[in-house]
């Protein structure tokens, strides 16, 4: 799939580790001294390249129906994680960092007097232990770590384990759930949807319309931005006249500041140059919806939810 957004992530910012082997996903760029996560199908569209658009909407689509347990998995073959954290293990382990590493490395491994331990290649080059275990029982001496060597190796591959989650925690977005987003006001909710909506859609829009919808989320997601794929009737649309020719008209694929890509009623791919004397009149079915999300409140967002979470 295509690129649409790219989203960067630098070392100091911990949220995305860097590191020579562990990271080996087909979304990530490397650059020197990190990697650069792009292309996570999650990530909305920017253009309005329709086709392209499309494809990605399919993407996002897919992404948004998966469970949290699939959003997870999805995202971690794409990321290139590398192996999945034993969280028994890793509930094991966490007392025994707590009571060994955390003055120094943090209660969650992201630094305290000492480094961070997400970005430790290390860490980022282990799976299970295999790697850390040898380097634990060493430390560093020299640098102030002490050595671990009178440490039973389950203790020794429980802190592994730990580690493991933490760069889980922070890396794979797909494992983040989204809580009860339930909380607004569905009377005010129902104020609201008269009051914006009904300008342009009817009582038969929102009809039974949180039973479409597997999560709240979802429908939060779907009325504030519904996905023009599959439905020709949200199409972004164009009549272009020339400048010494006839109007031609039909669904927008491309449009730059240069020059518009159409496809007219009977398939033709029509490009046309933005020069001097070509009026170009676009019409977007979202437009509204547009303009609403620059004055939609968090409030409003949660009323109107809560209202349309009722109309099942």
Not at 77 to 105: E, T, W
Not at 155 to 181: M, T, W
């Amino acid at each position: 799939m295509e690129k649409l957004a790219v989203q960067e992530r630098v070392r100091n910012d911990r949220s995305i580790p860097c590191s020579r082997r562990r990271w080996r996903g087909p979304g990530l760029l490397r650059v020197p001294g990190c990697l650069l996560a792009g292309g996570i199908v999650a990530l909305a569209a920017a253009s309005i390249g329709q086709q392209t658009q499309n494809a990605g909407e399919d993407g996002v689509r897919q992404y948004q129906n998966m469970t949290p347990e699939q959003r997870a998995a999805a995202t971690r073959q794409f990321l290139g994680l590398g192996a999945v954290p034993d969280k028994a293990a890793a509930a094991r382990g966490a007392p025994v960092y707590q009571g060994n590493c955390a003055f120094c490395h943090g209660p969650q491994a992201r630094g305290a007097t000492g480094p961070g331990l997400i970005t430790s290649d290390e860490v980022l080059g282990d799976d299970h232990g295999e790697h850390l275990l040898p380097f634990l029982r060493k430390g560093r001496p020299d640098k102030g770590m002490p050595a671990f060597a009178t440490m039973p190796d389950e203790e020794l591959r429980d802190i592994a384990e730990f580690l493991h989650l933490q760069v889980e925690e922070v890396a794979n977005r797909g494992a983040y759930r989204v809580l009860n987003i339930l909380v607004g006001n569905a009377a005010k909710g129902q104020e609201y949807v008269v009051a914006h909506c009904m300008s342009c859609h009817t009582a038969e829009t929102f009809a039974h319309i949180a039973a479409k919808f597997r999560s709240p989320d979802q429908l939060q997601r779907a009325w504030i931005w519904p996905s023009r794929s599959g439905d020709e009737r949200l199409a972004v649309t164009a009549a272009v006249k020339t400048a010494d020719g006839p109007t031609i008209a039909g669904r927008v694929t491309q449009v730059s500041d240069f020059r518009i890509t159409l496809v007219d009623g009977a398939g033709q791919t029509h490009v046309i140059d933005r020069e001097p004397g070509v009026d170009v009149r676009m019409n977007d079915p979202l437009a509204a919806h547009q303009q609403m999300i620059l004055t939609l409140t968090n409030d409003g967002m949660h009323n109107v939810t809560a209202y349309l979470d009722t109309l099942k």
